[in-house]
């Protein structure tokens, strides 16, 4: 089992859900997130003053799937968020141990 972290633009959210309902997804967990890469934040302009917004909104997506499934989940997270310019995100893949459905107990991949 692998636990997929994405970090992607906020307005992406619907198009990044709807791909991954297509491949049969059935659930993810959304945060709301503030963070810069490369694009180091930007200038804005309020009540006349200039200022420096260092941490721009982002959103973590984060999904635990069965291990077959990793490379088209990330295909469809990367095909849906992106844009072609600077600051569209990342996806991160880590291993899961265990995964237990507190309702039934099921484990492992049954639980996801």
């Known amino acids: 089992m692998k ?3 994405a970090i992607i633009k906020p307005f992406k959210l619907d ?3 709807e791909a991954l309902m297509d491949l049969g997804i059935s659930g993810l967990t ?3 997130v503030r963070g810069f890469g490369r694009q180091k934040g930007h200038t804005e302009l309020y009540r006349g003053a ?3 917004v260092d941490f721009l909104p982002k959103l973590k997506v984060e999904i635990a799937v069965d291990s ?3 490379a088209s989940v ?3 997270i990367r095909v849906s968020a992106g844009t072609g310019r600077i600051g569209d995100g990342k ?3 880590l291993d899961v141990e265990q995964a237990v459905r507190i309702r039934t107990g099921e484990t492992g991949p049954t639980a996801l």
């Open 15 to 17: 198009d990044v859900r």
């Open 3 to 5: 636990w997929i972290i």
């Open 68 to 70: 077959d499934r990793v």
């Open 74 to 76: 990330i295909d469809a």
């Open 50 to 52: 200039e200022y420096q």
């Open 30 to 32: 959304v945060s709301e």
């Open 91 to 93: 996806i991160f893949v």
